[in-house]
């Protein structure tokens, strides 16, 4: 199994509240990815980042924001909770950037937001 | 525009019995196919990888087929068990971009029954 961790597992939280998702990996990669799904859909990359210091926006939009201060830590925030924000966020490392590298996943934070 | 469809949707069979799930690709241009075995609650873990080149791919009592010329996939399960319930999900990597983009199918949701 990949050491890849997610915190909290589970969070139900009031509308216009801030949020940090945390992710953290000790694999040494430098490729992390969040991804968002909802039940039944598929996974969306929200976010990546290369390496330290480096993020970028992924396919859907999103109003949450990253940040990659260490290698090992990519944690996710929402300034505002919103209802439309409830979901489920994957966080994934990769050695490297490309398709013949796997990616691996944590086991996700389910959101509410009520 | 790049898709992968999964059917069926959802499946459900006894403890024991064979199934095969499907998956269809118009990704472009093509790199590798991924399944993935999502349980209830955890990140996707990977069962194969296939590249243009191959064709079948075993991991236990799996089995992937892949038909790059009709971008065709199916995941085979051999003998099911209960602890096989779970949301089988393929994944195409286009080689045509840096990233290695990775295109998520909705999953075929698998219930054994004992």
């Known amino acids: 199994e990949a050491d890849i961790y997610q915190t909290p597992r589970y969070l139900v939280i009031g509308t216009g509240k801030k949020i940090t998702l945390e992710c953290s990996q000790t694999?040494?990669?430098?490729?992390m990815y969040w991804y968002q799904q909802d039940p039944g859909m598929e996974l969306h990359l929200i976010h990546y980042?290369?390496?330290?210091?480096?993020?970028e926006k992924g396919d859907l939009s999103s109003e949450s924001t990253v940040s990659r201060i260490r290698t090992e830590h990519f944690p996710l925030t929402l300034e505002s909770a919103r209802p439309s924000h409830t979901s489920q966020y994957l966080c994934?490392?990769?050695?490297?950037?490309?398709?013949?590298?796997?990616?691996?996943f944590g086991p996700g934070t389910r959101l509410t937001v009520t | 525009k790049n898709q992968v469809e999964q059917s069926p949707q959802s499946l459900i069979i006894l403890e024991g019995k064979n199934c095969t799930l499907q998956?269809?690709?118009?990704?472009?241009?093509?790199?590798?196919l991924r399944w993935y075995k999502q349980d209830t609650g955890r990140g996707p873990v990977s069962l194969t990888i296939?590249?243009?080149?191959?064709n079948t791919k075993s991991n236990g009592r799996y089995t992937a087929t892949l038909d790059a010329d009709t971008k065709q996939s199916s995941l085979h399960i051999t003998a099911s068990q209960l602890s096989d319930s779970a949301s089988y999900i393929c994944v195409v990597s286009d080689r045509g971009s840096t990233l290695g983009r990775l295109y998520f199918g909705r999953g075929t949701q698998l219930t054994v029954w004992p």
């Open positions: 994934a490392s990769s050695e490297g950037a490309g398709a013949r590298y796997e990616q691996y």
């Open positions: 296939m590249t243009f080149s191959e």
């Open positions: 998956c269809n690709y118009t990704v472009s241009p093509f790199s590798n």
């Open positions: 694999m040494g990669h430098d490729k």
């Open positions: 980042s290369y390496g330290v210091n480096s993020t």
